[in-house]
């Protein structure tokens, strides 16, 4: 059974600065806090329509998910905005009632305009969402004119109670998620630390383990952006370590997150002793370690040293964050932009995206309807949805593949729960709270978790208002596939994004980061503006890992998965051996010899770069793997851009 102490150290792991906690957290507790204020206003002041109810439920959901503003005085404008909107939509709602056609083109006419709405940023696309939400839950509840003023309780209600949760009981606070997401930085370190040391102890590396490494050292690279992201930048984007604390942060974190790559490249080729492994785990002291150039063995234990340095330098300045809070690092105002000009042609993906959700609504709207009267607002969702942060056509389909399989075996699982709590109200809503929880905690990891957990409290739901039959879910997984397919048609017909495409788009961005820092190389600049520029490398690659990711997936038949893995591994080492030459001294060699070494890197770089995402659709025969021991532990200025050449020249070895 776990310590709480371990039991902390594994929830970092999986969820670092506890963010998805905090979403789940807020909420779940927003729900809880409107449904049980708007029962007392039922019971004390004024009958609440059910329309009153519903809306302060999804608008919980809503404000807890799509507000995204920097600062509480930001967030509450856009959910009042957003009440507003849905007063005004289920208005419009409740007076259409009588014109089913009309109502339904409306419905239509509102789902563009919410999609479209986020080309104005986050508030638009709040309130879209909002607004969206707000016309659904209107037609589904039909509540009359009369009743508007008590409908828009629930909105308000929710609003009020959202914005205090976040604001007052389970706020932001940049400083306590720096400080958890360096102590996530540890435990990842920790874990590379013990991966090698049980290696050790064998004697030997089989490729499985080299594999599980790499995995590893994936995972670290997720939480250093992620703890990056929360050191506050000046306008500049560049940490100077020498007069700022959160410069000199940024560089620790940088040297542990090196340290540990190179320790795992070098352990890889050659294992070190078990006893220095487990010197530097413990802290103690290091046994003398011969420093013989070229020897594997020595090179492999400076790296372990030198991981053992950037370690505990990151443990004291964690030490230093929980006695002081980074007191020492000021924050950065956040300064609202100059005015932007918004771009409202099909040039805008963000106008293609609402096109192609208001006629995948159509058609999902057509055959609900035939299927159903009543339910066919289940279709329009799903349609929605699939469309929701995905940036190409394998995207799409993934998601609606996620959401049909997601609330199968959610409506499967939910009915069993259902029928076995029958009768037991207490036990049924804290069921239904913890699986809210659950699909909120799992929305950043996994779709269809999710979907499979509301679908879970669905069903409770239901069965809870006594209106849970087999023929009702039977109808929600049929709409839910309607709704579905019709988005992946849409995706795949009309201004079809197609994953190459989006692959494209992502790694201009990443052949322009990676030509931004040869150029800042090649003119000499400083150490903490190559360090700024490789960590914009860094984010660059993650959108590319994300982009690449429908491209090896299982509902595509003419695709190679392992070229994928081949592909991204290349991009991941040139990312790799990039961070090497930011943090050498690449401006100690001659200015001569730099220009001709940096030059030589941005003519492959300018050839690759023009073939784009061609490089992930070629035939690479499998090798045994470099025989070469790098020696990252010295501090070789040269290495890091002659072995970028020499991995950029990997993407097309017969060229």
């Known amino acids: 059974m776990l310590s709480g102490f371990d039991f902390r150290d594994w929830l970092l792991a999986n969820d670092p600065a506890l963010s998805r906690l905090r979403v789940a957290s807020r909420v779940t507790l927003t729900i809880a806090l409107s449904f049980a204020v708007l029962l007392v206003i039922s019971y004390l002041v004024v009958p609440l329509p059910m329309a009153s109810y519903g809306l302060g439920i999804v608008l919980s959901i809503e404000g807890g998910v799509a507000v995204r503003d920097k600062g509480g005085a930001r967030q509450l404008v856009t959910r009042l905005l957003g009440c507003a909107a849905s007063v005004v939509v289920v208005g419009i709602s409740a007076s259409l009632e009588g014109h089913r056609y009309v109502s339904d083109g409306v419905f239509l006419l509102v789902i563009f305009l919410a ?24 037609a589904y509840f039909r509540p009359p004119i009369a009743e508007l003023p008590l409908v828009a309780v629930g909105p308000m209600v929710s609003a009020l109670i959202g914005h205090a949760v976040r604001s007052l009981v389970l706020p932001d606070d940049w400083r306590r ?15 590379i630390l013990f991966k090698i040391a049980a290696l050790a102890a064998g004697g030997h590396a089989t490729e499985a383990d ?21 050191i506050p930048r000046p306008p500049s984007g560049v940490l100077d370590a020498a007069t700022e604390p959160a410069g000199e942060l940024a560089i620790r974190l940088f040297d542990a997150h090196l340290a540990a790559e190179s320790a795992i490249v070098l352990s890889s080729q050659k294992l070190p002793t078990f006893d220095l492994v487990h010197a530097v785990i413990e802290g103690g002291p290091i046994p003398a370690i011969p420093d013989v150039a070229g020897d594997p063995a020595s090179e492999t234990s400076h790296a372990l040293m030198r991981l053992g340095e950037a ?54 709207m057509t055959l609900g309807l035939a299927l159903s009267r009543d339910r066919w607002f ?81 069903c409770l739901v239901y069965g809870m208002i006594g209106s849970l039959t087999l023929d009702l879910l039977m109808l929600r997984i049929e709409e839910t596939a309607i709704g579905a397919a019709a988005g992946t048609l849409i995706a795949f017909v009309v ?36 360090i700024s520029l490789s960590q914009k490398l860094d984010a ?54 730099r220009r001709g070494l940096i030059e030589a890197d941005i003519a492959r770089l300018t050839s690759v770069a023009e073939r784009r995402a061609e490089c992930f659709f070629v035939d690479r025969k499998s090798s045994s793997g470099t025989t070469r021991h790098l020696p990252l532990s010295s501090a070789s200025s040269r290495l890091g851009v002659e072995m970028l050449g020499s991995t950029l020249d990997r993407l097309y070895p017969n060229a």
């Open 115 to 138: 999609v479209s709405a986020r080309i104005f940023g986050p508030r638009g696309h709040a309130i879209g969402m909002f607004s969206f939400t707000s016309y659904f839950m209107g």
């Open 177 to 191: 998620d720096l400080l958890r997401s360096l102590e996530s930085v540890q435990g990842r370190i920790n874990q």
């Open 210 to 230: 080299r594999q599980e490494m790499n995995g590893l050292e994936e995972r670290l690279k997720e939480v250093v952006l992620m703890a990056e992201s929360f």
């Open 311 to 364: 370690r505990a330098q990151l443990a004291k300045t964690i030490e230093q964050g929980r006695l002081t809070g980074f007191a020492e690092i000021a924050a950065v105002e956040d300064t609202p932009t100059s005015a932007e000009r918004f771009d409202f042609s099909l040039a805008n993906p963000l106008v293609r995206a609402a096109l192609q959700t208001t006629l995948a609504s159509a058609i999902a």
């Open 378 to 458: 289940w279709a329009v969702l799903a349609s929605f949805l699939v469309f929701t942060n995905t940036n190409s056509r394998g995207d799409t389909a993934m998601k609606a593949l996620q959401r049909s399989i997601g609330t199968l075996f959610g409506i499967a699982i939910g009915l069993v729960l259902a029928t076995m709590l029958n009768g037991y109200a207490p036990a049924a809503f804290v069921v239904t709270g913890i699986s809210i929880f659950l699909a909120f905690y799992f929305l950043q990891s996994s779709y269809a978790t999710m979907t499979f957990f509301v679908s879970i409290a669905l």
């Open 495 to 530: 201004f079809p994004a197609r994953t190459r495409g989006a692959l494209d788009g992502v790694l201009a961005k990443w052949f322009t980061a990676l030509s931004e820092l040869l150029q800042a190389a090649k003119d000499g600049q400083s150490t903490p503006v190559l």
């Open 540 to 593: 660059a690659y993650r959108d590319v890992a994300m982009a690449a990711r429908p491209l090896g997936s299982s509902w595509s038949i003419v695709t190679k998965p392992g070229h994928i893995r081949q592909t991204l591994a290349i991009f991941l080492a040139a990312t790799y051996w990039a961070r090497v030459m930011a943090k050498s001294d690449i401006g100690s060699l001659e200015a001569e010899e």
